[in-house]
């Protein structure tokens, strides 16, 4: 089976600019979060989704948004871009919404805005 | 304010010695602690979970304390081996009664074992 895909794997932004990230998770789960982990940090949670609705959202700004589609994937939009924006994106995928069973996280999204 | 600590400089260990990883919070009253390993440009992997009803979990060469008093999760490796070197991170579970379903995580601790 194959695992939780992100994509893309790397991508450079220019400040101001928009950005989408997309995750497909593990085939039979159905709840999705977003963490950011910026170099030397945890990673920090941003969202959750379960059932395409929105479970949980962390602290961060409105610039962030994410959607979950019939088929369970995600996407994580960034507008208007700001230079501490670049992180590693994550992407964990799960049975149930509840952390109860231990997170399959994607290999991540390597955002760099210049 | 809430936090989670982990050992902020990484644990050097020779191989075959056990490692001994710490996570400590402050303000939280979890109702489950997860640890994972993660790699350079890798996604985090799960490891164990243990509850906080439960003080010690073992899963092959590894175990996890869960201390509620003293708000304190031990994780040992033992016999360790080079392939262990890696970033270990505690993440736990806040109390359940609210609708967040997140993961609050440490900052990780860099374990490197030695030939």
């Known amino acids: 089976d194959a695992g939780v895909t992100q994509s893309p794997t790397h991508l450079i932004k220019t400040r101001g600019q928009h950005v989408t990230l997309r995750c497909s998770p593990i085939?039979?789960?159905?709840?999705v979060s977003w963490y950011q982990q910026v170099l030397g940090q945890g990673p920090q949670f941003i969202f959750q989704y379960y059932e395409k609705e929105e479970r949980g959202r962390g602290n961060f700004p409105d610039r962030f948004s994410a959607r979950q589609f019939p088929n369970y994937s995600s996407e994580l939009n960034v507008n208007a871009l700001l230079l501490g924006d670049s992180a590693l994106y994550l992407c964990?995928?799960?049975?149930?919404?509840?952390?109860?069973?231990?997170?399959?996280f994607g290999s991540g999204t390597r955002l760099t805005v210049v | 304010s809430q936090k989670i600590e982990q050992n902020s400089e990484a644990l050097n260990i020779q191989e075959g010695k056990t490692a001994t990883l710490t996570c400590n919070y402050t303000n939280y009253s979890p109702a489950y602690l997860q640890w994972y390993r993660q790699d350079p440009g890798r996604g985090p992997v799960f490891l164990l979970l243990?509850?906080?009803?439960?003080k010690e979990k073992r899963k092959e060469r590894l175990k996890v304390t869960f201390d509620t008093t003293l708000k304190q999760s031990l994780f040992h490796i033992t016999a360790s081996q080079p392939a262990d070197s890696a970033t270990y991170l505690c993440a736990l579970a806040p109390s359940p009664g609210g609708a967040t379903n997140k993961l609050i995580f440490g900052t990780g601790t860099l374990l490197a074992v030695q030939p």
């Open positions: 964990a995928s799960s049975l149930v919404h509840l952390q109860d069973y231990g997170y399959t």
């Open positions: 243990i509850r906080e009803n439960e």
């Open positions: 085939s039979g789960h159905k709840s």
